[in-house]
């Protein structure tokens, strides 16, 4: 009995067990199917808010410039609520938009920019506004000013001659928010002869001197005109800026220009940001802002024994460590007695500003990179390529070597001079200089253009302008203009009286700074052992 009651027990435990791990499967096979259940729920379109779509609202979809235009109207874009993404679909455009911008207008584009709404100007803090000269083209004109947009810039002062003076640039630009087109007209000009600059010192050394020396001056000019505009509408910071010029807002919180400024000291009236230059790998580059992606480093942001030790091979035979110039651009905070200090900085009548220099922030300068660039200096610049005369319509060196070149090389010689000063096709050179820290990869303006280009804002921007166009009878750009000189010429009226008090109480003005090259390896030894 003693055995067989065991035995009971021992079933009886079995039985147990076996009924234990039936439920623990049980249990495990329910539990992810009560999770899948929960996870379906919750993302069902019908069911909870998603917090996303509250943040980026449907009707906050457009850029600036986009209204009336198919990508800035609801029946043309189908968007899913509480996405990141918009997919839309744009009506054709006109074939000359597709020309000048590459892009047909009926194609699908990923908008990666959805719900950034750049018109509530009244929360933007601080506000930025880029002036700068220019003669460029929509092709990169667009992508340079949206690409700013986009890293917090609310308002452009731009003034434009040549290309970028022609009525079908000056619609589309004078159709986007926040910005203002000024005309080289000779009212403007009798208005810029009558400028305090001329009556000054600092700037003197460049005045009557042809090509870059003129363009210095005309920078300069504008800049101060620039400068009574920004304080009428309110601007915190003004930056003068090229138009084959980005600004590579590293170091901050966030990739934002806004950001970076909002971090600066009160004290701080200036903020120089070094600039680093283009290194193309390729002689047929056509759109730099989406092609080149290697540069190379300040001086500012390379620990010296690395300058030194690959000084040579940075520079690859030419007169120095950069092709162009080297001291960077700056930010100044507008306030009274602001004045421009030639194009790469600013400087103030009552003080000497309080500036800081950005570790990490940088001018990404896109110099040289189309070969075009060769010949487009030489047509413009009426000097002789002699060696001698090219000093008077060029500060920099290789300017000099180039204008030269191009005047006298054949196609052939130039393709080759080209080839061998200005692109870098030594892969190992390349290799071991980005290894060094004297080349660097930047990526993040060619996605951003990128994106932008594949959502189709630049197209939109030209159908919008093209649209509304339509809708006046009037001459555009006409009205605009002469209501803008008046305005600002009545301010600068205004300051003469204070400036010229000013003048009397400062014996010796610093020079304006002209664009430099970097310090070369003879300067810097000597610097080193003085």
């Not at 000359?96 to 009926?106: H, M, P, Q, T």
């Not at 920078?219 to 101060?224: G, I, V």
């Not at 009226?493 to 000013?502: F, G, P, S, Y």
């Not at 070369?520 to 052992?529: D, I, K, P, R, Y």
């Amino acid at each position: 009995m003693a055995g067989y009651r065991g035995a009971s027990s021992a079933s009886g435990g079995g039985a147990g067990a076996a009924a234990f791990a039936t439920r623990v499967l049980l249990l495990l096979t329910l539990l992810p199917l009560a999770l899948a259940a929960f996870a379906f729920v919750l993302q069902w379109r019908g069911g909870m808010r998603d917090p996303a779509g509250a943040a980026w609202p449907a009707d906050t979809q457009s850029f600036p410039g986009m209204e009336n235009s198919p990508l800035g109207s609801s029946s043309s874009s189908a968007v899913v609520r509480g996405s990141y993404f918009a997919v839309s679909k744009s009506s054709s455009a006109a074939a000359d938009c597709a020309e000048i911008l590459g892009r047909s207008a009926s194609s699908h584009g990923i908008s990666l920019y959805r719900g950034w709404n750049f018109d509530s100007e009244s929360s933007i803090t601080p506000k930025i506004c880029i002036t700068g000269s220019t003669s460029a083209g929509l092709h990169q004109i667009l992508p340079w000013l949206y690409y700013h947009k986009v890293i917090g810039v609310s308002h452009f002062i731009l003034f434009v001659e040549g290309e970028a003076a022609k009525p079908a640039v000056t619609s589309v630009l004078e159709s986007i928010r926040g910005v203002k087109i000024i005309y080289r007209t000779k009212e403007l000009k009798e208005k810029q002869d009558k400028s305090r600059i001329w009556n000054e010192t600092w700037l003197a050394g460049f005045f009557y001197k042809p090509c870059n020396y003129e363009l210095f001056v005309k920078q300069s000019l504008n800049m101060e005109m620039a400068i009574i505009m920004a304080r009428d509408a309110g601007m915190d910071w003004i930056i003068h800026l090229d138009t084959d010029e980005l600004i590579h807002p590293a170091g901050a919180r966030e990739y934002s220009l806004r950001r970076l400024l909002l971090d600066v000291p009160d004290n701080v009236d200036m903020v120089i940001f070094p600039n680093y230059e283009s290194s193309i790998e390729r002689d047929d580059i056509k759109d730099p802002f989406t092609e080149v992606s290697m540069f190379k480093k300040n001086y500012d942001h390379l620990p010296k024994d690395t300058y030194f030790g690959l000084y040579k091979e940075a520079t690859r035979g030419n007169p120095n460590y950069f092709l162009t110039y080297g001291n960077g651009k700056s930010a100044a905070r507008v306030q009274e007695h602001l004045r421009p200090n030639g194009a790469h900085r600013w400087h103030n009548y009552m003080k000497t500003p309080n500036e800081i220099k950005l570790e990490e922030a940088a001018i990404l300068h896109y110099t040289y990179t189309k070969f075009s660039d060769l010949t487009s200096r030489r047509d413009r610049c009426g000097c002789k390529p002699t060696k001698e005369d090219v000093k008077r319509c060029f500060i920099l060196e290789f300017d000099r070597l180039a204008f030269i070149i191009a005047s006298t090389a054949t196609e052939e010689e130039m393709r080759n001079w080209y080839k061998e000063h200005v692109v870098w096709t030594d892969k190992d050179t390349n290799l071991k200089l980005l290894r060094k820290g004297v080349l660097t990869r930047i990526y993040a303006p060619m996605a951003i253009i990128r994106g932008l280009k594949e959502s189709g804002v630049f197209t939109s921007a030209v159908t919008s302008a093209k649209a509304q166009s339509e809708t006046k009878s009037s001459n555009m750009g006409l009205g605009e203009e002469e209501s803008i000189v008046p305005n600002v010429t009545a301010g600068h009226e205004k300051l003469q009286a204070t400036v010229r008090k000013i003048l009397e109480m400062v014996d010796a003005q610093e020079e304006a700074m002209p664009p430099m090259s970097p310090p070369g390896f003879v300067e810097l030894t000597e610097s080193a052992l003085s």
